[in-house]
Antibody
Framework: EVQLQESGPGLVKPSQSLSLTCSVTGYSITSNYWGWIRKFPGNKMEWMGYISYSGSTSYNPSLKSRISITRDTSKNQFFLQLNSVTTEDTATYYC?????????WGQGTLVTVSS | DIQMTQSPASLSASLEEIVTITCQASQDIGNWLAWYQQKPGKSPQLLIY???SLADGVPSRFSGSRSGTQYSLKISRLQVEDIGIYYCQQASSAPNTFGAGTKLELK
């Protein structure tokens, strides 16, 4: 069974970087696409980007200058880094599998940006 | 970006009632449309993909349809466990975009 689990700090200061890890079990990240989606307070959902089976990436243009998605295939993990965060980046962050439809999700991790 | 206009924003319905939620795409997205259900405290669950295909393990009371650029999710007989927030998502054109969500409550 495919399982995803996010981990990382729950509190980040403004202007700093947000870093999250998604650990995948039951499926190799060298197959398929692996991405990040966030849900803001008030329920708005935003697709952030993905890393493919080959390591190529695609990002939401609204984040392109601040976002980086990387991976460690030896650990079957992929990572999100979001730079120069503001309070508007406060959200629940999910990792998920798929480029077009998302059948597998992590449980989500709340990240609050606050001083 | 393609805009997905979802309606209604909230909906109150009785058990066994038929419920319909719609999404209007700002341009042609073909059948690149998925529906998700999110229960409180849980991750979103894929219900429908390809506009009309039922995802694995999803009860048959859920169905999806398409008319041009308007997409609908129908719950044929509302059950208690169907309460939550529903989202549509288009995957025709990057970036993927979601509707604003429909909060479904029991009357």
């Amino acid at each position: 069974e495919v399982q995803l689990q996010e981990s990382g700090p729950g509190l980040v200061k403004p202007s700093q970087s947000l870093s999250l890890t998604c650990s995948v079990t039951g499926y190799s990240i060298t197959s398929n696409y692996w991405g990040w989606i966030r849900k803001f307070p008030g329920n708005k959902m935003e697709w952030m980007g993905y890393i493919s089976y080959s390591g190529s990436t695609s990002y939401n243009p609204s984040l392109k200058s601040r976002i980086s998605i990387t991976r460690d295939t030896s650990k079957n993990q992929f990572f999100l880094q979001l730079n120069s965060v503001t309070t508007e980046d406060t959200a629940t962050y999910y990792c998920a599998r798929g480029p077009t439809r998302f059948a597998y999700w992590g449980q989500g991790t709340l990240v609050t940006v606050s001083s | 970006d393609i805009q997905m206009t979802q309606s209604p924003a909230s909906l109150s319905a009785s058990l066994e009632e038929i419920v319909t939620i719609t999404c209007q795409a700002s341009q042609d997205i073909g059948n690149w449309l998925a529906w998700y259900q999110q229960k409180p405290g849980k991750s979103p669950q894929l219900l429908i993909y390809g506009a009309t295909s039922l995802a694995d393990g999803v009860p048959s009371r859920f169905s999806g349809s398409r008319s041009g650029t308007q997409y609908s999710l129908k719950i044929s007989r509302l059950q208690v466990e169907d309460i939550g927030i529903y989202y549509c998502q288009q995957a025709s054109s990057a970036p993927n975009t979601f509707g604003a969500g429909t909060k479904l409550e029991l009357k």
